[in-house]
């Protein structure tokens, strides 16, 4: 079921977004080579209790505050204190923020130091694809349509892969809500896009082929082929004349 929230609904979302902005443009800067995830991921913990939420990934049993997904890792990497991050690297931060109930989820890949041409290119592109599928989110239009834009940039325009297993999906008051948000077009539900609607997009593009595959650790998400990764992702609210970005982040430095 399709939760369409009222206005005080997006305004605690909004709420907890606006922290979880706040939250990456603290965090990011201090993302160097030699850390661990798990130095990372203690960071996020660091600042969401000083604001008084709660990591929100805690809900779904995840054992960390932020999935830390490196390089061939697409989505829901562990945060570990024997993973470290070298220069070079595609670090993707995959967090939510639970701030008095109201749920905020948002990726940002960082480009940690001398990233070669090609792996920025990925990033480039994903975060265009990222940009079409948010163009797209307006009422009246389907969530098909988000689709197709992720699709026509990711793949059209690029040729990477688009992972096609695992989505968006709505957001606000409970981690994971109906409907999904596909990154391609294979069918099924396709509800039209409401006024009250808040989504998680989120594209996941891989430099080689879209296929992926799950980790023995039954939660981190890798390319088939082992080729490197993007992600990135923001919340949005839907209204009857615009879509809000809720977690835009302006601010970040150039090689987030």
Not at 52 to 77: L, M, R, T
Not at 109 to 117: A, E, H, R, S, Y
Not at 144 to 152: L, T
Not at 163 to 175: A, F, I, T
Request: aromatic letters at 6%.
């Amino acid at each position: 079921m399709i939760r369409l929230k009222n206005e005080k609904e997006i305004d605690g979302i909004r709420k907890s977004c606006h922290a979880l902005a706040d939250l990456f443009r603290e965090v990011i800067p201090k993302v160097e080579p030699g850390m661990s995830t798990k130095d990372i991921d203690d960071l996020v913990v660091k600042f969401i209790k000083k604001i008084g939420g709660k990591p929100a990934w805690y809900q779904e049993d995840f054992p960390g505050a932020a999935c830390i997904s490196v390089n061939n890792e697409v989505i829901h990497g562990i945060p570990s204190k024997h993973r470290i991050v070298h220069d070079g690297d595609l670090v993707s931060l995959d967090i939510g923020i639970d701030l008095d109930g109201y749920i905020s989820d948002s990726t940002h890949t960082v480009m940690l130091g001398n990233v070669k041409p090609a792996y920025k290119k990925l990033v480039q592109a994903t975060r265009e694809s990222l940009v079409a599928g948010i163009e797209a989110c307006k009422a009246g239009n389907r969530i098909k349509d988000i689709a197709n834009a992720v699709n026509d940039v990711a793949f059209g325009k690029y040729g990477y892969g688009v992972v096609y297993e695992y989505c968006g999906h709505g957001v606000g008051l409970d981690v994971h809500e109906d409907p999904s948000v596909p990154n391609v077009w294979t069918g099924g539900a396709n509800p039209r896009i409401q006024a009250g609607m808040v989504l998680a997009i989120e594209p996941m593009i891989n430099l080689g082929t879209a296929d992926v595959v799950t980790a023995e650790d039954g939660w981190t998400v890798l390319t088939a082929d082992n080729s490197w990764s993007c992600h990135e992702e923001h919340t949005v609210a839907v209204f009857k004349d615009h879509t809000e970005i809720l977690t835009d982040c302006p601010g970040l430095p150039d090689w987030a």
